[in-house]
Structure formats: C-alpha cells, structure tokens
C-alpha cells in the first residue's frame, strides 16, 4: 500500500539521519497530555491523513469520557517525534458461540489498537520497545487486540514472524484475514454505475425508481450534517435500528444510543458529522450513520425495516448515498469498514485485513482460547454441510426472525 511504502522510505530516512540512535518510548493517557504535548506530537498524524485514529482531537471527541484509558505511546529517536500508537483500555465480553447463539460470555479486559497500524517506523526495534512495554504492563489488562491490520503491513509481519512476540504473548488468530472494502471517487456517479453488469445496472436502477416515484409513498432522502439536526436524525434512526436482528441478537445497531448521540454531536460540531435518512410515505425506512473525516467518509451503520427488505430499501438508501457523495463535498475514499457482501457490491476496491489477539500467559487465557478455537472448528463443519443442503441461508433468516421477535 502506498502509506506502507512511505512509511518505510521515511523508516530509512530517520534511521540514516540519526545515526542509529536508540528509540525511547513515552507512555501517557489522553486525559493527562497537555493541549502542548498533542500540539508537538500532531504532525505526526499527517503520515496517514485521512485516518482519524492518528487525529489527537478525533480522539478527545470520539472516546470523550474515557480519555483516562486512552493511551498513547509516543515513540522518540534522537530527540526527534518519529511515532504515534494510541490503545484503549475496555471491558470486553470475549464470546463463544455457534453460528449466531452465544454458548458463554466471558469476561475480558482488553488493550485495543485504534486504527489498524502503528505509525511507527519499520524497525523490529520499534515495534520490540513497544511490545516490550505492553507484555510489562498494558494496564492490568488480559489480551492486546489488534485488529484491521492491512496483510501487507510490517505490523502484520512482525505480529507473525518476531521471537518477541511468540516468547511474550500467547498468539490467537480468531479467523482468517478478509477485505476491507473502499470505495475511490474518482470521475462521476454515472461512470461509477458503469462498473456494473449492464443487467445488474438496470436492476439497480429499477429499484431505486420504483422508490423515487412512489411505490412505497412519496420519497424523502434527507442529509443530516447540523449540530441541529443530530437528535432529529438519530431519534428516527434508533426507532428503525430497535427492529433490526442486529439490535435484537447482538446489541448493536444504534443500541449505545447516548454515545452515538454524544459522538455525533462532537462531529457535528467540527463538520464531520454526514448521516442520511430515507423516508417513503412519511415512514422513516432505512437510515446510513457516517462521518467524513477529511479526505476519507467512514461507514458507521446502516439500517433499515425489515418489513421493507423485499422492496431493498437497504440497497437504495446505500446508492442514493453514494450518489450524493459524488455531488457535493465529494471525498476521496468511503471507507466500508468490516467485509459485508453487500459493502463489497458496491466497492471499486478493497485490501486484506487481519486481527490478532494478543493473550497473557495465563491459565485463564488459555482456557478461553481454547474453547473459542471449538466453536470455530463446529462453526466451519456446520457452515460446510448447510452449504451442501443449501439451507443457511434459510436458517439464518429464521433463527433472526425469531430471535427478533422475542
């Protein structure tokens, strides 16, 4: 990737100008950095401009309240700011499960990577201090998890080849890698469309009529970015999120309500909030929450009635979305996130991912690895049988069907 390659090139550059000098590490949480230690260390998040995980105030905003826990490791060489790794400390439920039922949930407390690499120079050196400090201390908590790691990162490589790492931490790679899909804006919407089968088009295209003219009641598609406009927006949203089986299986959707209310308020505030509701009839039917942080718009959650799935209200909202973002205050990238199938239909690329867990030697973390490595060997066997019998996809409607209804 090109920010792999920069990262590298300046790797060589620093370790050149300074003559091989040692690196020193200074540990210390958000809350206690001063407004000048972030000011000094700030220019360090333009090595990767567009991710917010490496933007000081994103992070004040976004983990407001938690900035105690929100530690940054800042890596010096010769007295000179060469890196940036920001971790959050959180209580965390480490599942068992088969297919969507949850066997055990099992308390965790964990030391998570915010962002998916370590804007560190590549240097086992580096990376060695870093690990070094987080295997002695990292808080009091049980495992460092390390997620969204391009495969093509040195971060991935050291996390799989280094001795440190397989001497310190117990290793546990809970799926395999998969890609995270992007979209690139680069010319006009309708070039855009041109990527797609010309039947596939056309059945794009339909649907999104048979919206717009009111076969499901008159069409409304509102764009929410005012500081004004963050409770009527997520007062509709969270009604639609409450029917989802996201909400009703897993506690997600819009579920951390004051959170979201809160987090979308301080976007709202800096222009970074972007979020869209779909309305057919005066009825709220699908809703996209996102932000745009500079150059990249993160897709946050979608969400939509269920009743409306055979309608794919879901699949109009994603394209009239996109739609917009090509026409006004057009980023470079729309990020998707987490691989879903329905993100990678409308991807013009994506890059492999990873995530790794880094477990203390412990009794403890070896009975929780283990188990979840159990319910992943059923989970493949299962997955593989109802693909022969052609029944998970049937399966999978019903068990949400009804979870959702209890």
Same mark, same amino acid.
Request: with cysteine; aromatic share 12%.
């Given at each position: 990737m ?6 590298a ?5 620093l370790?050149?100008d300074?003559?091989?000098?040692p690196y020193?590490?200074e540990?210390?949480t958000?809350g206690a950095?001063s407004d000048?230690w972030i %000011?000094?260390r700030?220019?360090?998040?333009h090595a990767?401009?567009s991710d917010?995980m490496?933007?000081p105030e994103w ?7 938690e900035?105690?826990n929100? &530690?940054?490791?800042a ?13 959050l400390?959180?209580? &965390?439920s480490f599942?068992?499960?088969? @297919?969507?039922?949850?066997?055990a949930?099992? =308390?965790?407390?964990r030391?998570r990577?915010l962002g998916?690499?370590i804007?560190? =120079?590549?240097d086992?050196?580096?990376?060695d201090l870093?690990f070094g400090?987080?295997?002695? #201390? ?8 390390l997620?969204?790691i391009?495969v093509?990162?040195?971060? &991935?490589?050291y ?12 290793r546990y790679e809970?799926?395999p890698?998969? $890609?995270?899909p ?11 469309? $041109? ?8 059945n794009?295209?339909?649907?999104v009529r048979?919206?717009?003219?009111g @076969?499901?009641g008159e069409?409304s ?5 005012a500081l @004004?406009?963050v409770d ?7 009604e639609?999120s409450?029917k989802t089986?996201?909400w ?13 209310r809160?987090?979308?308020?301080f976007?709202?505030e800096?222009?970074?909030?972007r979020?869209y509701?779909?309305s057919?009839?005066g009825?709220?039917a699908?809703?996209?929450? #996102?932000f ?5 718009f993160l ?6 009635? =269920?009743e409306?799935?055979?309608? %794919?209200?879901?699949?109009?909202m994603?394209?009239l979305a996109i739609e917009d973002?090509?026409?006004y205050?057009t980023?470079?990238i ?5 691989? /879903?199938r ?5 991807s ?6 990873g995530?790794i867990?880094l477990f203390?030697k412990?009794?403890y973390?070896?009975?929780?690895? @283990?188990?979840?490595r /159990?319910c992943?060997v059923?989970n ?6 109802l693909?022969?019998l052609?029944l998970?996809?049937k399966?999978r409607?019903r068990l949400? $069907?009804?979870r $959702?209804?209890k």
């Amino acid at each position: 990737m090109p920010d792999g390659i920069h990262q590298a090139a300046e790797s060589l550059a620093l370790t050149a100008d300074s003559n091989f000098q040692p690196y020193s590490l200074e540990p210390l949480t958000l809350g206690a950095a001063s407004d000048s230690w972030i %000011s000094s260390r700030h220019s360090l998040a333009h090595a990767c401009p567009s991710d917010p995980m490496r933007d000081p105030e994103w992070l004040r905003g976004f983990f407001a309240g938690e900035t105690n826990n929100l &530690w940054i490791y800042a890596l010096s060489q010769g007295g000179r700011h060469c890196g940036l790794a920001p971790f959050l400390r959180r209580h &965390w439920s480490f599942k068992w499960q088969i @297919g969507e039922l949850t066997l055990a949930d099992w =308390p965790l407390t964990r030391f998570r990577l915010l962002g998916g690499e370590i804007d560190f =120079p590549c240097d086992e050196a580096a990376y060695d201090l870093l690990f070094g400090e987080l295997a002695n #201390g990292s808080q009091g908590c049980d495992a460092l998890h390390l997620e969204e790691i391009p495969v093509d990162s040195f971060l &991935w490589r050291y996390l799989n080849e280094s001795r440190f790492i397989r001497k310190s931490f117990l290793r546990y790679e809970p799926e395999p890698p998969a $890609g995270r899909p992007m979209l690139r804006f680069q010319g006009t919407f309708e070039q855009y469309m $041109g990527k797609f089968s010309s039947k596939h088009r056309k059945n794009l295209n339909r649907e999104v009529r048979k919206v717009r003219e009111g @076969g499901l009641g008159e069409m409304s598609f509102v764009r929410y970015e005012a500081l @004004g406009e963050v409770d009527v927006f997520l007062d509709q949203a969270v009604e639609l999120s409450r029917k989802t089986y996201q909400w009703a299986l897993h506690q997600r959707g819009l579920s951390a309500t004051e959170l979201l209310r809160s987090r979308l308020r301080f976007a709202a505030e800096r222009g970074w909030m972007r979020c869209y509701l779909l309305s057919c009839g005066g009825t709220p039917a699908a809703f996209l929450l #996102g932000f745009q942080h500079r150059g990249r718009f993160l897709f946050h959650e979608i969400g939509f009635d =269920p009743e409306l799935a055979k309608h %794919s209200v879901g699949t109009v909202m994603q394209l009239l979305a996109i739609e917009d973002l090509f026409n006004y205050n057009t980023p470079e990238i729309l990020d998707f996130g987490e691989y /879903g199938r329905y993100k990678e239909a409308f991807s013009t690329e994506s890059f492999l991912q990873g995530k790794i867990l880094l477990f203390k030697k412990t009794a403890y973390a070896r009975f929780l690895r @283990g188990g979840h490595r /159990g319910c992943t060997v059923v989970n493949r066997s299962l997955s593989s049988a109802l693909d022969r019998l052609n029944l998970k996809t049937k399966l999978r409607q019903r068990l949400r $069907g009804w979870r $959702g209804s209890k």
